[in-house]
C-alpha cells in the first residue's frame, strides 16, 4: 500500500487507514488521544481546531460514526458541516472528483469521508491535495482506521496500563471477517502494536481469501479459539448474510460462534469484551455478556471520541507543516 | 532488417531500405479481441482504426457487443464497410443468441452471410445450460465457429482477482473457478456437439489445463490469452491503481507463469490486446466503481517484442502467436491475398505517456514506463 497520508516528517499528513504507519505513530496517537482525559476520566475541550472547518461527508449512512466524530470535532472548537451527501450531489449524477473539487472550494480544511467503495478515501486523497485532510471514517470493506484505534486505546486502558503488555496479548476476533472493515484495521493495528498471538474465528464462508497471508492464527472453533484469550473482539453479522449462501441462519451461527458466556469463561479470568456496534443480541453476542462486568463495549465509544480528536488534530498539524 | 514473412507470402522487400539488421519485418497483426465502439463519445470507432493499423495491427476482430448487438447481415455489411474506409480488416463476430440474452437462437445462417467470422454471446449469460448447447449445435449445422469468453457470471461478481491482494483491499473477488467452471462446461458441450470453438482470455491456470486436455482428446478447440495478462498481475492493483482494473481480472503470478508456459508449450494459440479504450473519467473514482478495461493497441508491440527478449518466445513463434495463428482462427482465408507487412524496431524505446499514445483512450498502467519495441512502418 503506498503512503499518501504520511508528511516527509513522518506525520499523519491524511488518516486513510491503519496500514502504513508504524508502531510509534500508533502509540502517539494513543498518547494524544490519552492527553483529552481529565484527572477524572472525563473528556475535555481544546481550541486545536478553532477556525478550521470540517466537513462530515457520510456517503454512506451512519448515525453512531458521524455522531461521535461530530462530538470530537465540536470539542476542538471547529467549524462543523454535516452534509447530507448521499443524497444530494451524488444522487443528480454528479461525480466523486467534482463534488471535492466543489466542496473544497467552499474553504474546507478537513474531510471526514464514509463511502461505500473499499479505497474512496485513497481516493480522494488524490483529488483533493494540498489544502484538505481526508479522514477515513470507513471505506467500503477495506479499512476503519479511526475505529480500530479506539479499539486500541481501549486495550490500552482496560488492559496495558493495568500491567499487560501489548506484545504479550492474546487477541481474538470473532465473526464475520470477510467483509469487516473494522477486522481489517484492527489487525493490522494490533499486528503493529506488537500483538503476536492474534486469532481470527469464523466460519469459512466468512474469511477472506489469503487470510493466511495476514499471519494470524485461524480457527473455525470459537470453544477453541477463545481459551486463554486478553480479548475478545465480536463483529457484528449483517442481516443480508443470513440465509444468503453464507450463513444458514441466526440460530445457527449463535450456536457456533456467538460469544456466550460459557465460552468467555474459556478466556482468561479478566479478558474483556469489545464490539463495534451496533450488536445484535443473541446473534453475535449474548445479552448478559453484552451487559456483562467484563464488556467494555460503551467504553469503547467514549474511547471513540478522544482517538478522533487525537487523529483530527494530528492531520491538522500534519496539513499545515505540508503546506509550509 | 530479418525477413519473418512466410516464405509463400506475397510481399516485395526489395523496396524497404533500413540502415540496421535488427528490424523486423512481419505480416500485419491480427487482433482476436478488440473493442472499437468503447470510448463513447461517437469518434471512437474511426480514431481507433488508425490507431490499430498505426500499431502494425491491419486486421481487428470484434466480439458481438462492440457498439450495437449484431445479429443482422446488413449491419455486419455496414460496420465492415464503415472500417474498410479507413484501411482496417475488421473482422466481426455475429450474436449467438438474439440480444445476447442468452434465451432464444439468433438468426445465425443470416449472421454468418453477413461474413461473421463466428458467433458468441460475449460474456452475457445464457438462461440455462440447454440454450447453450441447442445454440452449439444449431451453429454447428451451418459450420460456424462459436467464440467463448469464459465466464460463470455467479461466481464473478467481484472486481479483483479472488487473492490475498483484493483481500486486503478489501474488494470483492472473482475466483479463477468463475472462468475454469465455464470453461470445463463449454469444452464438454464442445465435445458433445462437434462444434469447433475458439475460448477467449484465458486468465488462469486451470484454464491452461482444461485446454491441454480438450486438446489431447482432440477436440476442434483453440484459445488466446490478452498480452496484459502476460506482463501484470493483481500485484499492481496496489494502492487501488484503476487503470489495473480489467475484466477478467489480472491474476496471480502461479497463472501468469502458467499463461507464459501454455504460450511456449503451444496450448495457447494466439494474443490479442483486448482493447477497450476508456475516457479518464471512468477511470476518475474508486477502484472499484471505475469501468474495467485497458488501452492496449499503443503497447502490443513492445510487450510483444518483450516476450521474446524475455524468452518467452522466438521471434518466428511471436509472428505465429500474433499474425498467422490468429488469422488461421479468424478464418482469414484471404490473409495472404490482402497481404502487406510491419516494420518493426524492437530495440526502440519510447516513453509511455497519454501524449505518446495514439488511442483516444489514456487508461493504461503502463503510463510511465519505458518500453521496447515500436512499429517503424506499415504496408499496406
Not at chain 2, 474488494?171 to 479463477?176: D, H, K, Q, S
Not at chain 2, 503497447?299 to 510483444?304: G, M
Request: charged content about 20%; proline content about 4%.
Amino acid at each position: 500500500m503506498s503512503k499518501p497520508q504520511i508528511t516527509a516528517s513522518g506525520g499523519i499528513r491524511h488518516f486513510l487507514g491503519v496500514e502504513g504507519l508504524g508502531r510509534t505513530q500508533l502509540e502517539n496517537i494513543i498518547d494524544k488521544a490519552m492527553g483529552y482525559f481529565d484527572a477524572d476520566g472525563r473528556l475535555i475541550n481544546t481550541d486545536e481546531l478553532a477556525g478550521k472547518t470540517v466537513m462530515n461527508l457520510f456517503f454512506e449512512n451512519s448515525t453512531r460514526t458521524r455522531t461521535t466524530f461530530e462530538a470530537a470535532q465540536k470539542r476542538l472548537g471547529a467549524n462543523v458541516l454535516n452534509l447530507d451527501i448521499a443524497r444530494s450531489s451524488t444522487s443528480k449524477g454528479e461525480s466523486l472528483s467534482d463534488t471535492l473539487w466543489n466542496l473544497e472550494a467552499m474553504s474546507s480544511d478537513m474531510f471526514v469521508v464514509r463511502h461505500s467503495s473499499s479505497g474512496a478515501a485513497h481516493f480522494m486523497a488524490t483529488q483533493v491535495t494540498p489544502n484538505v485532510a481526508i479522514i477515513n471514517a470507513g471505506d467500503g470493506w477495506h479499512a476503519h482506521p479511526t475505529q480500530a484505534m479506539l479499539d486500541m486505546l481501549t486495550i490500552h486502558r482496560e488492559v496495558v496500563q493495568k500491567g499487560k503488555a501489548f506484545d504479550d496479548l492474546s487477541v481474538a476476533i470473532v465473526g464475520d471477517i470477510k467483509h469487516s472493515r473494522v477486522a481489517r484495521s484492527d489487525i493490522c493495528a494490533l499486528q503493529t502494536l506488537g500483538v503476536k498471538d492474534l486469532r481470527v474465528i469464523a466460519p469459512r464462508t466468512l474469511l477472506p481469501k489469503g487470510i493466511e497471508r495476514y499471519g494470524v492464527n485461524v480457527c473455525d472453533n470459537i470453544n477453541q479459539g477463545v481459551v486463554d484469550c486478553d480479548v475478545i473482539i465480536g463483529l457484528r453479522i449483517q442481516n443480508e448474510r443470513i440465509g444468503s449462501p453464507l450463513l444458514p441462519s441466526t440460530s445457527e451461527y449463535f450456536k457456533h460462534y456467538g460469544i456466550n458466556e460459557h465460552r468467555l469463561n474459556l478466556a482468561k479470568p479478566n479478558a474483556i469484551v469489545m464490539h463495534p456496534g451496533p450488536m445484535n443480541r443473541g446473534v453475535e453476542i449474548a445479552s448478559d455478556v453484552a451487559d456483562g462486568e467484563q464488556s467494555v463495549i460503551l467504553k469503547q465509544v467514549n474511547n471513540g471520541i478522544a482517538v478522533r480528536m487525537a487523529v483530527m488534530a494530528m492531520a491538522m498539524r500534519g496539513q499545515e507543516q505540508s503546506k509550509g | 532488417m530479418k525477413n519473418l514473412l512466410p516464405k509463400t507470402w506475397q510481399f516485395d522487400t526489395k523496396n524497404i531500405t533500413t540502415d540496421t539488421n535488427e528490424k523486423w519485418l512481419i505480416p500485419p497483426i491480427v487482433d482476436l479481441c478488440a473493442r472499437l465502439n468503447k470510448f463513447g463519445d461517437g469518434t471512437s470507432f474511426t480514431h481507433e482504426c488508425q490507431t490499430a493499423i498505426k500499431n502494425g495491427i491491419l486486421h481487428v476482430c470484434t466480439p458481438p457487443d462492440d457498439g450495437a448487438v449484431r445479429e443482422s447481415s446488413s449491419l455486419l455489411k455496414e460496420v465492415r464497410e464503415k472500417a474498410a474506409n479507413h484501411g482496417l480488416n475488421l473482422h466481426m463476430l455475429g450474436a449467438l443468441t438474439q440480444g445476447l440474452k442468452g434465451e432464444k437462437l439468433a438468426n445465425i445462417a443470416d449472421i454468418k452471410a453477413g461474413g461473421a467470422i463466428g458467433v458468441s454471446n460475449a460474456r452475457f449469460a445464457f438462461a440455462n445450460d440447454e440454450v447453450l448447447l441447442r445454440a452449439l449445435e444449431y451453429a454447428k449445422a451451418f459450420d460456424i465457429k462459436v467464440f467463448f469468453y469464459p465466464d460463470e457470471p455467479s461466481l464473478s461478481k467481484g472486481v479483483a482477482h479472488d487473492g490475498y491482494i483484493a483481500s486486503y483491499h478489501g474488494l470483492a473477488g472473482i475466483p479463477w473457478l468463475a472462468e475454469t467452471v465455464a470453461l470445463a462446461k463449454q469444452i464438454l458441450m464442445v465435445e458433445e456437439t462437434g462444434i469447433c470453438a475458439h475460448f477467449s482470455q484465458l486468465t488462469c491456470r486451470t484454464s491452461v489445463d482444461l485446454v491441454r486436455f480438450g486438446k489431447a482428446r482432440g477436440l476442434p478447440i483453440t484459445c488466446d490469452v490478452a498480452m496484459h495478462q502476460l506482463f501484470l498481475t493483481d500485484d499492481d492493483i496496489e494502492g487501488y491503481n484503476a487503470n489495473a482494473h480489467v475484466y477478467p481480472p489480472l491474476r496471480s503470478n502461479t497463472d501468469q507463469r502458467a499463461l507464459r508456459q501454455g504460450l511456449a508449450d503451444g496450448t495457447i494459440d494466439a494474443i490479442c490486446s483486448h482493447h477497450e479504450p476508456l475516457s479518464s473519467t471512468d477511470k476518475l473514482m474508486p477502484f472499484a466503481e471505475s469501468v474495467a478495461g485497458i488501452s492496449n493497441f499503443d503497447t502490443f508491440v513492445s510487450l510483444a517484442c518483450q516476450l521474446v527478449a524475455d524468452g518467452v518466445l522466438t521471434d518466428t513463434q511471436l509472428v505465429e502467436k500474433i499474425c498467422l495463428n490468429p488469422a488461421n482462427i479468424a478464418g482469414i482465408t484471404d490473409y495472404e491475398q490482402i497481404g502487406g507487412a510491419v516494420l518493426i524496431d524492437p530495440n526502440q524505446a519510447w516513453q509511455v505517456t497519454k501524449q505518446s499514445i495514439l488511442s483516444k483512450g489514456k487508461n493504461t498502467p503502463f503510463l510511465g514506463d519505458e518500453l521496447f519495441g515500436k512499429v517503424v512502418q506499415t504496408f499496406f
